[in-house]
């Protein structure tokens, strides 16, 4: 996909560009919780090194839904590091892949505009991944991996994910939903579903582990 070059406007001379991740209040997000968040960090450089090449090719080849889809994972990453430009560019660029109908998989807009806001989105992207490379420390966090719970333990699963800021906890809410209301209900599966696709994990553990709760996991 040829990619034209965006306009951003230059920072007066003598000013220093705002920061585009708010440290402070990713801090705050996760309860001040300075570790856990800088992880959170260290993950979002790993694991979207390659998101804008991923939804690049699926706007190529002519699939909106799958852009959609990826588009809609690093937006909730984005939000959850606190960084807000370029979630504000992955919120555009979701809201026009939506189809414009149940119908049909036919995006609201057409092909040369979604390309536009992708430039947008890669843009955003490119510099947020430049400024986590150049923070200070975040070289020394350590992209924590899951802790080994047995294959049929979902709910064991589904706390490690949120306990690390995996983002792989959204598919697995969406693709055990039947089993996740079988074991929490109704009511709290809507509750956890909602927190998850909002990537506010700290409120789905909390679901998860709230007191009273029977269920083993």
Same mark, same amino acid.
């Given at each position: 996909?040829?990619?034209?070059?965006?306009?951003?406007?230059?920072?007066?001379?003598?000013?220093?560009?705002?920061?585009?991740?708010?440290?402070?209040?990713?801090?705050?997000?996760?309860?001040?919780?300075?570790?856990?968040?800088?992880?959170?960090?260290?993950?979002?450089?790993?694991?979207?090194?390659? %998101?804008? #090449?991923?939804?690049? &090719?699926?706007?190529?080849?002519?699939?909106?839904? /799958?852009?959609? @889809? =990826?588009?809609?994972? +690093?937006?909730?990453?984005?939000?959850?590091?606190?960084?807000?430009?370029?979630?504000?560019?992955?919120?555009?660029?979701?809201?026009?892949?939506?189809?414009?109908?149940?119908?049909?998989?036919?995006?609201?807009?057409?092909?040369?505009?979604?390309?536009?806001?992708?430039?947008?989105?890669?843009?955003?992207?490119?510099?947020?991944?430049?400024?986590?490379?150049?923070?200070?420390?975040? %070289?020394? #966090?350590?992209?924590? &991996?899951?802790?080994?719970?047995?294959?049929?333990? /979902?709910?064991? @699963? =589904?706390?490690?994910? +949120?306990?690390?800021?995996?983002?792989?906890?959204?598919?697995?809410?969406?693709?055990?939903?039947?089993?996740?209301?079988?074991?929490?209900?109704?009511?709290?599966?809507?509750?956890?579903?909602?927190?998850?696709?909002?990537?506010?994990?700290?409120?789905?553990?909390?679901?998860?582990?709230?007191?009273?709760?029977?269920?083993?996991?």
């Amino acid at each position: 996909m040829d990619k034209p070059s965006p306009a951003y406007d230059a920072p007066a001379a003598g000013q220093t560009p705002a920061p585009l991740v708010d440290v402070e209040a990713g801090v705050e997000r996760l309860m001040g919780n300075r570790p856990v968040y800088l992880r959170a960090l260290a993950r979002f450089r790993h694991d979207y090194r390659s %998101a804008g #090449a991923a939804i690049g &090719t699926a706007l190529e080849t002519g699939n909106p839904l /799958l852009a959609q @889809r =990826l588009v809609h994972t +690093l937006k909730g990453a984005a939000g959850m590091i606190e960084a807000r430009s370029l979630h504000a560019a992955a919120l555009a660029l979701e809201t026009a892949l939506r189809p414009a109908t149940a119908q049909t998989d036919t995006p609201h807009i057409d092909a040369a505009q979604a390309d536009l806001l992708f430039v947008r989105l890669d843009a955003e992207l490119a510099h947020v991944l430049r400024e986590l490379d150049g923070m200070v420390g975040l %070289a020394e #966090a350590q992209v924590a &991996t899951p802790r080994l719970v047995r294959p049929s333990d /979902l709910l064991g @699963r =589904l706390r490690a994910l +949120l306990d690390i800021g995996d983002g792989e906890a959204v598919d697995l809410v969406e693709q055990s939903q039947a089993e996740l209301v079988e074991q929490l209900g109704e009511r709290d599966y809507g509750r956890l579903s909602a927190a998850v696709a909002d990537f506010d994990f700290e409120r789905a553990l909390a679901l998860l582990d709230r007191p009273g709760r029977t269920i083993s996991g």
